[in-house]
């Protein structure tokens, strides 16, 4: 094997030649990337004030960072397939991110806050919840308003005190609106302000079509037909969006309908 040495006779570095044992080559090529594993779960230790504590919670903390390393190694592989099937995906965090998040999750996650929707003697709630970066998952009842949305008055109450959150960019890239991906069921309701856009058309629009296309998709930019309020997300997308803001693109639902035979009956 050769390797690059400085020669002090010469002044420069010159390659060397060296021996090494096989018995560290299979040891390089045959751990299964264990200091890998090592290396990640050491980057971000917790566990440093054990040395004085009982023997049993260094083998407990051990494992929950060896699982947390786990987890976010599946993370990775995960997103990167993720991110075959979908065009647009929040920025990918990094190992510290990962673990703050997951921290939140286990010790600051918030309970729901219900946004009021009463029908007669049953009181049905819709809820959302504050995380602390206070993104999509924030509460619509964060300032003590409470809507009867079953009522005409109570919607338009509503849609009064409560306005979208703006979509930007720079949300778009940091993950803030995170919540539309978790696969769960989002309640909407009908906007019949007549000012309300789709704000997907109009981020869309602006950020991910050329000239050419503007001038094909005109519509996009004040888009109007079929505006719908994600209670979840708080944002006011169309009846097309409404999919694809949480990731069901327009070929799946297609697809669906065929296999389920909704033309057939």
């Known amino acids: 094997m050769k390797r690059t040495v400085f020669d002090p006779r010469m002044k420069k570095c010159v390659p ?6 096989n018995l560290i080559d299979s040891y390089n090529n045959n751990m299964n ?8 779960r050491n980057h971000y230790r917790f566990n440093h004030w054990l040395r004085n504590r009982k023997w049993w919670w260094s083998i407990f903390l051990w494992a ?31 190992h510290m991110q990962f673990l703050e998040e997951l921290i939140h999750d286990f010790v600051g996650w ?6 009021n929707v009463e029908a007669g003697n049953d009181s049905v709630a819709t809820t959302t919840r504050t995380t602390r970066r206070g993104s999509s998952y924030s509460s619509v009842a964060s300032q003590e308003h ?13 849609f009064l005190l409560s306005a979208p959150i703006s979509m930007t960019k720079k949300r778009m890239e940091d993950a803030y609106f995170s ?9 909407f309701l009908p906007v019949k302000q007549v000012e309300a856009y789709c704000q997907y ?5 602006n950020n991910k079509l050329t000239e050419e296309e503007k001038q094909v998709h005109k519509k996009m930019k004040k888009n109007r037909d079929g505006i719908q309020r994600c209670l979840t997300c708080r944002v006011n997308l169309c009846w097309e969006c409404r999919n694809l803001w949480h990731g069901i693109p327009m070929e799946v639902v297609n697809s669906m309908v065929s296999c389920n035979g909704y033309l057939d009956r």
């Open 64 to 94: 929950l960072g060896v699982a947390a390393t786990n987890a976010y190694i599946i993370y990775e592989r995960c997103y990167e397939e993720e991110k075959k099937k979908h065009k647009e995906m929040p920025t990918k965090w990094t």
């Open 146 to 158: 409470f809507f009867d949305l079953t009522t005409e008055e109570g919607r338009e109450d509503f």
């Open 33 to 40: 990337s264990v200091d890998l594993a090592d290396q990640l």
């Open 179 to 187: 919540a539309r991906f978790d696969g769960q069921f989002h309640p």
């Open 110 to 115: 918030a309970p729901p806050a219900p946004v």
């Open 16 to 21: 060397m030649k060296f021996l090494r044992l």
């Open 201 to 205: 058309c109009y981020y869309r629009f």
